[in-house]
Nanobody
Framework: QVQLVESGGGLVQAGGSLRVSCATSGLPFSSYAMGWFRQAPGKKRERVAAIGWSGGTTIYADSVKGRFTISRDNAKNTVYLQMNSLKPEDTAVYYC????????????????WGQGTQVTVSS
């Protein structure tokens, strides 16, 4: 059974930092592209960042470029999202995703989704 379990969300003041993690099990992690999506109340789900299986390829939403960094540790089957210079508009539920095919992760149709972790940025 595949599991993606996010952790590390919480409440932070604007300008602060937070790192969310996604621990996976039940899949060959090093063969999967991984990503982070987010959804704020009343807004469409948005792709935040994605990373290829080796970690050599990453993409970011324009809204987070220069502030967020996605990384992965294939030995720990875990993907991370380091978020710096947080803004109130970053408030959302953040979801971890996994997909065998990079285009599907990028397109928002991955094989698996986590249950999400809430990130709230106060002004």
């Amino acid at each position: 059974q595949v599991q993606l379990v996010e952790s590390g969300g919480g409440l932070v003041q604007a300008g602060g930092s937070l790192r969310v993690s996604c621990a996976t099990s039940g899949l060959p992690f090093s063969s999967y592209a991984m990503g982070w999506f987010r959804q704020a109340p009343g807004k469409k789900r948005e792709r935040v960042a994605a990373i290829g299986w080796s970690g050599g390829t990453t993409i970011y939403a324009d809204s987070v470029k220069g502030r967020f960094t996605i990384s992965r540790d294939n030995a720990k089957n875990t993907v991370y999202l380091q978020m710096n210079s947080l803004k109130p508009e970053d408030t959302a539920v953040y979801y971890c995703v996994a997909g065998r095919a990079w285009p599907r992760v990028v397109a928002g149709t991955p094989d698996y989704w986590g249950q999400g972790t809430q990130v709230t940025v106060s002004s």
